[in-house]
């Protein structure tokens, strides 16, 4: 659940702290580029577009997660959510620096693939491992994680910890903890037995 579900609660709720900051920084960098201040209704309208396009990354990761599962099994696939984890946290980590709102805006949808695609593969890879006395237990997995990620996300954006003005691209960029995390845990990982016997043909790895 690092790199699945957990990264889907992270971003839901790690985006509510930072709110006033990143309009600001909204603000000053429209300021800086045109000569003029946006009005009121335009940073809403920036702001409900950078926190509704995450649904959209959703989307898209959603229905590739399927085809992924398929084509490199559940573990390879959990690893490729993992790209889309880390450019969305360097774009929106370094996006202050480059003046540059729209990054934020990328980082958003491209954080959004990364959890339709995690929190599907989680569910389909949990479930084909897991041995049929603990099938449902560990299907419940799913919503621990997300609600694990989602206490990670409020507790991180505490202005004692990184809700502060300054380090508000830091707590942006925190998914890239439990991508690097779940690289270098999961490839010890077996695949799903499924997988091996339908989609590989792989009798005996699958046994």
Known sequence: GIGGAFQYGLQVSIINSP?????????ETWLKRYGSSPTEELITL????????????????????????????????MLFANIPALLSAALMGLSRLCGSFEMIII?????GVCG????NIHLMYAGECAPRKLRGVIAITASTAIATGKFAGF????????????LWPV?????????????????FFPDSP???????KDKEGCI
């Open 107 to 111: 980082g958003r949808i491209v954080a």
């Open 116 to 119: 339709g695609l995690g929190l």
């Open 19 to 27: 709110a006033e900051y990143i309009k600001s920084f909204i603000s």
């Open 155 to 166: 507790a991180l954006g505490l202005r004692e910890v990184l809700g502060a003005e300054d």
């Open 171 to 187: 707590l942006m960029a925190a998914s890239v903890v439990p991508a690097l995390l779940q690289l270098l845990t999961l490839p």
């Open 46 to 77: 920036m702001w409900s577009f950078i926190v509704s396009i995450y649904s959209i990354g959703g989307l898209l990761g959603s229905l590739a997660a399927g085809y992924l599962a398929v084509r490199f099994g559940r573990k390879k696939a």
């Open 194 to 200: 499924r997988y091996l016997l339908i989609d590989k």
